[in-house]
């Protein structure tokens, strides 16, 4: 059996996989407004880890995820976005999912502000001109 059948869907797989459509992609920005803390930031399209990044206190950075500005087909993974800081008053283990696309896919069309401060996640909602904040999730370790 020859493997050359195997290299052309290899390579179709791999271009299809990496090449996001056009006029698809939801842009979060992400900024730390903390004084002394990092922010941590996962996200993910699916199952693959589209950005993970520490932002220091004062930066910001935005992050481009394709195919997240639609609700998931079916059998389709949303894109999420969590993030989390460590407050110097001690709470750990605490997550905020600031952008899931089978939700936040309408409010975020192109794209959405996160803002990280002292007490939280916060998401700008261009509707009502307000931060809302975005509720935190514990887990026990």
Same mark, same amino acid.
């Given at each position: ?14 271009? !299809?996989?990496?090449?996001?459509? =056009? +006029?698809?992609?939801?842009? =979060? ?7 002394? %803390? =990092? ?7 699916? =199952? ?10 004062? *930066?910001?950075? !935005? ?5 997240? %500005?639609?609700?998931? +087909? *079916? ?7 969590? +993030?989390?800081?460590n407050p110097s008053h001690g709470r750990h283990n605490v997550l905020y999912y600031f952008y899931d696309s089978s939700k936040d896919f309408e409010r975020? *069309? ?6 990280? !401060?002292?007490? +939280?996640? %916060?998401?700008? %909602?261009?509707? *009502? ?8 999730? !514990?887990?026990?370790?």
């Amino acid at each position: 059996m020859s493997p050359q059948p195997i290299i052309p869907i290899f390579i179709l797989l791999l271009t !299809t996989a990496t090449i996001p459509r =056009l +006029g698809s992609a939801t842009t =979060l920005v992400i900024k730390n407004e903390q004084k002394q %803390n =990092l922010a941590y930031v996962r996200c993910y399209n699916g =199952l693959v880890i589209a950005e993970e990044d520490a932002i220091r206190p004062g *930066k910001q950075i !935005t992050v481009a995820l394709p195919y997240a %500005n639609k609700a998931p +087909g *079916k059998g389709e993974l949303p894109a999420l976005c969590v +993030g989390a800081y460590n407050p110097s008053h001690g709470r750990h283990n605490v997550l905020y999912y600031f952008y899931d696309s089978s939700k936040d896919f309408e409010r975020c *069309k192109s794209d959405c502000v996160i803002q990280v !401060t002292d007490t +939280g996640f %916060n998401r700008w %909602n261009a509707e *009502k001109r307000v931060w809302d904040m975005v509720p935190p999730r !514990t887990w026990l370790s």
